[in-house]
């Protein structure tokens, strides 16, 4: 198993482009999450799926920001019109469902780093 | 939000021992997790506690109190390896919620 894998690790684009980044989380892992981390913060979290299904999304979330995980595999994130502020490191975790609480431990990416110019 | 609380920055020296504290709020709680992160990379789990006391992991432990909203991160013979940011992660339903994170120094 090669962990995580995010594609790609850096994007440089122009205001107003859409981008969309891509996570394979780990293969036994039925949830998968993502997160955006500016330069001296921690993760924020954006949205998860546990297989297919998309449970729980950040109110900070946009409109323009859509993520899917069609057939409970890879996930993609997609953000529409970027914007400046958008420039940041999405992150994407996995994790196996545990019925013992608390005992939820998210595996991470590498990351893919968005510029907007 | 989540009113999670650690100190921005640490200094050690290598070989000696480090605390990194976090407070959080304790509502709707359910494990607090500790990650590492070096600069450019992503963040790796270290530990976890769900009940309180203190959880040992070779040169790391980790200590939670659920009543005060409090764990503790004790890292043992600092090694210059371990400047990195330290990031405290209440767990809450089927998500963690980061801190900024403790930007830890090791100097000789």
């Not at chain 1, 090669?2 to 205001?15: A, E, F, L, N, Y």
């Amino acid at each position: 198993d090669t962990g995580v894998s995010q594609d790609p690790r850096h994007k440089i684009t122009k205001r107003g482009q859409n981008v969309t980044f891509r996570c394979d989380p780990i293969s036994e892992h039925n949830r998968l999450y993502w997160y955006r981390q500016t330069l001296g913060q921690g993760p924020e979290f954006l949205t998860y799926f546990q297989n297919e299904a998309q449970l729980e999304k950040s109110r900070l979330l946009s409109d323009r920001f859509s993520a899917e995980r069609p057939k409970g595999s890879f996930s993609t994130l997609e953000i529409q019109r970027t914007e400046q502020g958008d420039s940041a490191m999405y992150l994407c975790a996995s994790s196996l469902e545990i019925a013992r609480a608390g005992a939820n431990v998210l595996t991470f990416g590498a990351g893919s780093r968005l510029t907007v110019l | 939000g989540q009113n999670i609380d650690q100190p921005t920055e640490m200094t050690a020296t290598e070989g000696a021992i480090v605390q990194i504290n976090c407070t959080y709020q304790t509502s709707g709680f359910n494990g607090l997790f500790w990650y590492q992160q070096h600069a450019g990379e992503a963040p790796t789990f270290l530990s976890y506690n769900v009940l309180d006391g203190l959880e040992e992991k070779g040169r790391f432990s980790s200590f939670l109190s659920r009543s005060k909203g409090y764990s503790y991160l004790l890292l043992k013979e600092l090694q210059m390896k371990d400047s990195a940011s330290y990031l405290c992660a209440p767990g809450r339903g089927n998500k963690l919620t980061f801190g900024t994170g403790t930007q830890l120094k090791v100097e000789l």
